[in-house]
């Protein structure tokens, strides 16, 4: 049997109500907007614990500055970063371009993170 727990925010979307979220609850996935998480990033630099259970975060909404994406990476450790936002254009463009920074097509990401579907 497989399942898996959704938590909300509810009004506190700032990014050190979404650090308290991550580790009270062990959150691994986490979605949101590019804001959202320079705010999450911020907050890990005034509190450097980990995310041992934080594996991906999917950015949408607007385009991710690179330095975010590498922040997530390499300082907070976040093992995928997802960039789901791109213009709609030239459907091979965008099949190509759609997920930072593995280039990866739709249906490849949600095999991922989705694997009984």
Do not use: W
């Not at 049997?1 to 979404?18: I, S, Y």
């Not at 791109?86 to 990866?104: A, H, I, L, R, W």
């Amino acid at each position: 049997m497989t399942g898996a727990a959704l938590v909300l925010p509810g009004r506190h979307v700032g990014g050190a109500a979404l650090a308290r979220a991550v580790r009270e609850f062990g959150v691994s996935v986490v979605a949101g907007v590019p804001t959202v998480f320079l705010d999450f990033v911020a907050a890990f630099r005034a509190d450097p614990r980990p995310f041992p259970s934080l594996k991906s975060v999917v950015i949408g909404g607007a385009a991710c500055p690179p330095s975010l994406a590498r922040a997530l990476r390499e300082e907070v450790g976040v093992g995928k970063v997802n960039h789901v936002y791109g213009m709609t254009g030239e459907k091979e463009k965008k099949e190509k371009s759609f997920f930072f920074p593995t280039q990866q097509p739709l249906s490849t990401f949600f095999n991922l993170l989705l694997p009984s579907l």
